[in-house]
T-cell receptor, first 110, second 112 residues
Framework: LAKTTQPISMDSYEGQEVNITCSHNNIATNDYITWYQQFPSQGPRFIIQGYKTKVTNEVASLFIPADRKSSTLSLPRVSLSDTAVYYC???????????FGPGTRLSVLP | ETGVTQSPTHLIKTRGQQVTLRCSSQSGHNTVSWYQQALGQGPQFIFQYYREEENGRGNFPPRFSGLQFPNYSSELNVNALELDDSALYLCASQGTDYNEQFFGPGTRLTVL
């Protein structure tokens, strides 16, 4: 299973763009990259998923370079409500191979 | 709201007891996974059920067992509870988009 490495914590201010990078050097050919957001005492919430290049949805963008050994979650113009833990997961379909690391604790300050 | 519900929300047990946690999947989802999340850590995969059969298991002892019912709801059973079993237990269901999991709010289990 591909292991991921991401910063333990990050601070930002309201209105800024936040980029969280995840390293996954031994990603397999059939692995997808998925990001989840988790608030205290709640279950994780799916943010975005990608396989290669760039994916964008209404809340975030995901940038994946050609070698797929890393990925960057980009949150445009964060607000206080974006304060949460963000998890980068790498694995094939099925969910049983999704390994959650400790995540990145993002604190958005006023 | 993901449509995934879990019960109870909180539970207190003593060491050696047994516990059953319940999960109702989002409508139309036939795959459910269970996770254990200790304080300050990421969720750890326990096992997954697909159409009532176990379809993958993480590094958890046999005293962690599960069931999935024909309506795709699920149970997690833990026997001989230990203090380290204190955690938030999450279930997640999946549908046709196999890579996206929808998590419930979790059950907070405290073992004294």
């Amino acid at each position: 299973l591909a292991k991921t490495t991401q910063p333990i914590s990050m601070d930002s201010y309201e209105g800024q763009e936040v980029n969280i990078t995840c390293s996954h050097n031994n990603i397999a050919t059939n692995d997808y990259i998925t990001w989840y957001q988790q608030f205290p005492s709640q279950g994780p919430r799916f943010i975005i998923q990608g396989y290669k290049t760039k994916v964008t949805n209404e809340v975030a963008s995901l940038f994946i370079p050609a070698d797929r050994k890393s990925s960057t979650l980009s949150l445009p113009r964060v607000s206080l409500s974006d304060t949460a833990v963000y998890y980068c997961l790498v694995g094939p379909g099925g969910g049983q191979n999704f390994v959650f690391g400790p995540g990145t604790r993002l604190s958005v300050l006023p | 709201e993901t449509g995934v519900t879990q019960s109870p929300t909180h539970l207190i047990k003593t060491r050696g007891q047994q516990v059953t946690l319940r999960c109702s999947s989002q409508s139309g989802h036939n795959t459910v996974s269970w996770y254990q999340q200790a304080l300050g850590q990421g969720p750890q995969f326990i096992f997954q059920y697909y159409r009532e059969e176990e379809n993958g298991r993480g590094n958890f002892p046999p005293r962690f067992s599960g069931l999935q019912f024909p309506n795709y709801s699920s149970e997690l059973n833990v026997n001989a509870l230990e203090l380290d079993d204190s955690a938030l237990y999450l279930c997640a269901s999946q549908g046709t988009d196999y890579n996206e999991q929808f998590f419930g709010p979790g059950t907070r289990l405290t073992v004294l």
